[in-house]
């Protein structure tokens, strides 16, 4: 029994030795661990997807093997890889094959681009595309409330439908054909949660925002999952270009998570998703109806997978700025009488707040005007305190926190609210901001990064791709240069140190997901997700950061992509 006992400690020595032994060894260039002393090493090893070590390269060396794989950095910098925060795979994948109109600066250039893709395809076929922002152009023709209007688009395309969509997602512009497949007329109506633009006689001017939109929507084809499919896996293989790692989707249904869980079983899901249902806003607010699909969630509870996660709820209390649909407290500068909307009844949302707390979903909630920050600050502050239970790490978030009242501002801390928000929407808003707020209201309580902070708050970073673009290294560099795309430096004294800015980009934002045990550093025991830079974000001159170029990503150990 005695000799039994002692081959058996004997074969579990060996074992533990064995799997001691490293599949990979990374060595020779600064390492940024991101861990709670923010320490730098030399060199790690991985093995079965995971970090089992980290240090000094002499010390590191006992791990290899005869079959681990050597990478020498070459100085090069590795980093966690980056957290995207809040992003929209599907989408992003689907821009690329439609049109893209983000450096359009006319009116008159857009309609050329559409007129040379509708000569491209068959009568009848839709014209989709985005990214248009009528406030970046260099002049803006006869408009109705800040917008143009369909008739030229019209004329010059008048035999396919077209659909474009506004940069901030939040209104769209369609051409008369489109509108007459949507059976619209001058008396098809709307309510407050979104608006139809019409001319002074009620005929439609083309532009659809928030809610409404779902009328011109509703009457494109229904999607091929086949291309569906090749979106998300072209959603994937930018982001993986980016050096990121895992992705917290802003908002998917049933079909998309289809998607998902065809990928995994497929092994073609090489990047984390974490993935925020999306609530239904057209069924529950203009149909009067529940989401079938949430109630299901609500009662199973949520998912959690190395690869797939399903852990948040995706609503949206108001617009955006670009569209005039935040919901702000004071009137816009540039619209009299125009405050913007809420896009779901308060009501609907506390609920959906009380029934998320209880069956453990965070609730991720779209607020960009400072009226539906503060509006939603109240909602959790009233659902938290009534269930301090089910309250004590809860990790609600506020998707944007882009435009806060600044007494509004410390409650975020208070409530233990997260702040999401996107760096990188600074960089291409803040220009042409002020004249829809003014230069105090901006100046006060837009883009209060570093206040936020400084008050306790968590604060976590993305892009919202593909309304912006999802390069992690311009995001990092306006959180830390708060240079707009304009040239200039705006509220100087909101940026954040580059150590923050990076933690807001990978351990913070593992926090926005609960997921912070897992991933977010560079730690024995977590995931060996990894990007490489071709230099040191953290040492380069400010002005040298943009040029920074992701080399290779490391997913679970594995190369998933290698900059050619």
């Known amino acids: 029994m005695r000799l039994l006992s002692f081959f058996a400690l004997f ?55 005869p079959s681990t794989e050597l990478l020498d950095l070459k100085g090069k910098t590795l980093i966690p890889a980056f957290i995207e925060s809040h992003a929209h795979i599907l989408g992003l994948g689907q821009f690329k094959r439609e049109l893209d109109l983000s450096q359009v600066k006319s009116y008159e250039e857009l309609i050329q681009l559409v007129q040379e893709q509708a ?49 901030s997602a939040h209104a769209l512009m369609a051409n008369e054909k489109a509108m007459q497949l949507a059976g619209l007329t001058p008396e098809t109506q709307m309510n407050e949660e979104g608006e139809i633009i019409r001319f002074p006689n009620g005929r439609p001017t083309g532009i659809f925002t928030e809610n409404a939109m779902t009328m011109i929507k509703e009457a494109l084809p229904p999607a091929d999952e086949n291309s569906r ?105 540039d619209r009299a009488g125009h405050f913007g909307h809420p896009t779901l009844p308060l009501k609907t949302i506390e609920e959906i707040a009380e029934k998320a707390l209880l069956a453990d979903f965070q609730l991720c909630t779209h607020a960009i005007g400072d009226r539906a920050n503060r509006e939603l600050l109240n909602i959790y502050e009233r659902v938290l305190k009534a269930q301090p239970q089910a309250a004590k790490d809860h990790r609600f978030r506020i998707e944007h926190a882009q435009h806060i009242a600044p007494k509004d501002i410390p409650r975020f801390a208070q409530l233990d609210v997260i702040a999401s928000v996107q760096g990188i929407h600074f960089s291409s808003d803040r220009p042409w901001a002020q004249s829809r707020l003014g230069r105090l209201r901006i100046a006060m309580g837009a883009y209060r990064w570093k206040q936020l902070l400084a008050s306790g708050a968590k604060l976590i970073n993305g892009t919202d791709a593909p309304v912006e673009s999802i390069n992690p290294i311009a995001c990092f560099y306006s959180l830390v240069s708060r240079q707009a795309n304009d040239g200039q430096v705006y509220e100087a004294d909101q940026k954040l140190s580059r150590l923050q800015a990076l933690k807001a980009y990978t351990l913070d934002a593992a926090y926005g997901a609960f997921q912070e045990k897992e991933k977010g550093s560079l730690e024995v025991g977590k995931f060996a997700d990894f990007a490489i830079l071709s230099q040191d974000i953290m040492q380069v001159p400010l002005q040298d950061i943009p040029q920074t170029k992701v080399l290779q990503t490391i997913v679970n150990g594995k190369t998933v992509y290698l900059r050619e």
């Open 229 to 333: 499919y090749q979106d998300l896996l072209a959603g994937i293989q930018e982001a993986l270009s980016y050096g990121i790692g895992s992705l917290q989707d802003a908002g998917s249904d049933s079909a998309a998570i289809a998607l998902y869980r065809k990928a995994l079983a497929q092994n073609e899901l090489p990047l984390r998703l974490w993935v925020m249902l999306a609530y239904n806003n057209y069924a529950a607010d203009v149909q009067g109806q529940d989401d079938p699909f949430l109630e299901k969630w609500l009662k199973k509870g949520p998912e959690k997978g190395d690869f797939l996660s399903i852990g948040g709820i995706k609503l949206y209390a108001d617009g955006a700025l670009g569209s005039r649909g935040a919901w702000m407290l004071e009137e816009y500068s």
């Open 11 to 65: 074969l579990l020595l060996a074992c533990q030795n064995e799997s001691q032994k490293a599949e990979l060894l990374i060595f020779n260039g600064p390492i940024y661990t991101v861990d709670s002393s923010q320490s730098q090493v030399e060199a790690l090893a991985v093995a079965n997807g995971k970090i089992i070590a980290l240090g000094n390269w002499s010390d590191l060396q006992k791990f290899q093997s």
């Open 119 to 167: 000569a491209k395809t068959p009568k009848g076929e839709w014209i989709l595309g985005r990214a248009w922002h009528q406030s970046k152009w260099d002049s803006l023709p006869f408009s109705i409330k800040g917008y143009q209007t369909h008739d030229a688009l019209s004329q010059a395309v008048p035999d396919h439908p077209v659909l474009l969509m506004h940069a």
